[in-house]
Structure formats: C-alpha cells, structure tokens
C-alpha cells in the first residue's frame, strides 16, 4: 500500500509551533542565562555575586520537585515565577515581589526576537487550507502562539478555535489532553488527524497514544535526499520527512 494511500483519509492536519512551523533560534536555558546575567551585571565585581549557572541550576531542581507533585493547580506562568522565586531564596538572592513576571517577560521577549519562519510554510500551507481543517497543538503559552502566528502571517491558516495549547503541566503533550480536545472540537475521529511535529517524545508519542497517525520532521538528517519514510508505532502510521513541504508530496 503506497504511502499516499494511507494518508487519503485525512480530514485534518495538526501542526506543532516551535522548531516545527518558527524555527526556536534561541532555548529557554539560554535566554534565563542571558537575561540574567545581564540583570546581575550591576554585582559583577562582587566576588559572591550570583552566577547565573547557579540560579539555572536551582530553578531546575525545583521545577522537577513541582512536576513530582501532584495535584498541582497552577498555570504553567505562575509554575515558572514560584520555582524562580523559591530558587532566588534558596541562593538569598533579594528582588521585589514583581520580579518573576518581569524576568520571564525578558526571558520570552528575548526568544521571541530570534525566532524565524521555517522556509517553505507558508507556500505549504496555502496549498494545504483549501482541503484540510489546519490546526495548532502546543506546549507554548496561547498568547505566545498567537504572537508568533500574527507576527509571520500564519494566523489566517489557523482559526482561533483551532489553536489548542496547554494551560496546566498537566495538559502539555506527551500527554493526551490537548490532541482529544483537539478532535473533538475538529468534529473528527483521531484516525481523520494527523500531528506534524519534530519532537518524537512530545507530538509523534503524544499522537499515537491519543489514536493518531503522526508526521516528524527530521532536520538533522541529510535534506538532500528528501525521501518520505514510513514505520509503525503501536498500531499508528509515523511518516518521516526532512522538510516541511514534503507534506505536499505526502497529501497529493
């Protein structure tokens, strides 16, 4: 059975944002790195001043200890400001109250402006609207997904009532929340949708356990040859790609 044939069914293509439609240009590490060395720079003569490897460090361990918890009922904006701020006691560390929402506002605004547009979107997704429902499942803040969709042009492809992103830990993929909502609100079964992503733990898992064929994009092989590739993955059908308007060949 040819590849197209197993894709033929399809009503619905949900894509994953970063790394998969915006190339990420910068991490999460890199940028809480970034941006704290620069707010730490006024101690930077003080031979006890905080290092920002330290700080890093500490945030981890308590972000890990939080997603040990259960029954945890923050959003995923407040989860990040308590695990900073009790990093910042830890290391007695003084800064006002505010100063968590102040610094994870610097730290995204600082990925934000480095983030660009994976080549060949837009072109696939024009081609693709007019006969499937498009549609967003990610781990990223809604506002930040709005943010990026509006800021590259890709928000016409996409329906507010199409953009499904997590609220709480516990709705972030691999976990199945977001893909049933997701065809559930599609008015689809999940056989009729595919999840297009580069992460294999994150949207191609997530997928097949929420009863989804799965499309993951490998950029770190050789694009070159640009050949789609197919395996199995429980009882779902995982198609590999190098770029993402190979979807077009896959959907023909």
């Not at 920002?52 to 995923?76: D, F, I, M, P, T």
């Not at 930040?144 to 016409?156: K, Q, S």
């Not at 999840?195 to 733990?201: A, F, L, P, R």
Request: net charge positive.
């Amino acid at each position: 059975m040819s590849i197209q044939h197993r894709t033929h069914d399809k009503k619905a293509i949900c894509f994953d944002v970063n790394q998969t439609l915006i190339h990420q240009g910068v991490h999460f590490e890199q940028a809480f790195l970034t941006v704290w060395d620069e707010y730490s720079a006024r101690w930077s003569r003080d031979p006890e001043s905080p290092r920002s490897a330290g700080l890093w460090e500490a945030y981890q361990a308590n972000w890990q200890r939080q997603k040990k918890l259960r029954g945890v009922k923050l959003q995923l904006d407040e989860l990040q400001q308590k695990c900073l701020m009790d990093a910042l006691q830890e290391l007695d560390i003084p800064v006002h109250q505010h100063f968590p929402v102040d610094f994870f506002r610097m730290v995204r605004n600082h990925r934000l402006a480095a983030k660009s547009l994976a080549p060949g979107v837009v072109d696939t997704l024009r081609t693709l609207s007019p006969h499937f429902k498009l549609a967003i499942i990610s781990n990223s803040p809604h506002s930040e997904v709005l943010y990026l969709l509006d800021r590259f042009g890709l928000h016409p492809f996409f329906p507010n009532e199409h953009i499904f992103t997590a609220v709480k830990h516990i709705d972030k993929k691999p976990g199945t929340p977001l893909f049933k909502t997701a065809v559930r609100t599609l008015d689809l079964s999940p056989r009729q949708a595919v999840m297009v992503g580069n992460s294999w733990k994150h949207d191609v898992c997530g997928a097949v356990k929420s009863g989804m064929d799965a499309i993951w994009i490998q950029r770190h092989t050789d694009v070159t040859t640009k050949k789609i590739s197919q395996q199995k993955l429980g009882k779902r059908n995982v198609f590999c790609i190098q770029q993402i308007d190979q979807l077009l060949e896959l959907f023909s």
